[in-house]
């Protein structure tokens, strides 16, 4: 499985982006797929997952009612779309495979970051 992570960019606070996620390689039985962000200086952060089967959706407490992750089943693809950002958003954001717990370890397949900065 292979992950391209796409859209990051500059963007004042307020503001919006829409992240995408190519997947290719993909299998029957694969589970999900998560978005993790880094801020400088910090640990990687659970941002949010969905399910291929249902599009069930799970958020971290700090983007729920902002942030929303929704896919494209024709083309394997799946979208963050962050509204009312706030510079503590700042971070190189990851999609990763296969799952849709908040754990690093529990991802098996990760795309390249794509930065995300939000000014005040």
């Known amino acids: 499985v292979q992950l391209q992570a796409s859209g990051g960019g500059w963007v004042q606070a307020g503001g919006s982006l829409r992240l995408t996620c190519e997947v290719s390689?993909?299998?029957?039985?694969?589970?999900?797929v998560a978005w993790f962000r880094q801020r400088p200086g910090e640990e990687r952060e659970f941002v949010g997952a969905v399910s291929w089967s249902g599009g069930n959706t799970r958020y971290a407490d700090s983007v729920q009612g902002r942030f929303t992750i929704f896919k494209d089943d024709a083309k394997n693809t799946v979208y963050l779309q962050m509204n009312s950002l706030k510079p503590e958003d700042t971070a190189i954001y990851h999609c990763?495979?296969?799952?849709?717990?908040?754990?690093?370890?529990?991802?098996?397949?990760w795309g390249q970051g794509t930065l995300v900065t939000v000014s005040s």
């Open positions: 390689g993909r299998t029957k039985g694969e589970y999900g």
């Open positions: 990763a495979a296969d799952s849709m717990l908040p754990a690093e370890m529990m991802y098996h397949y």
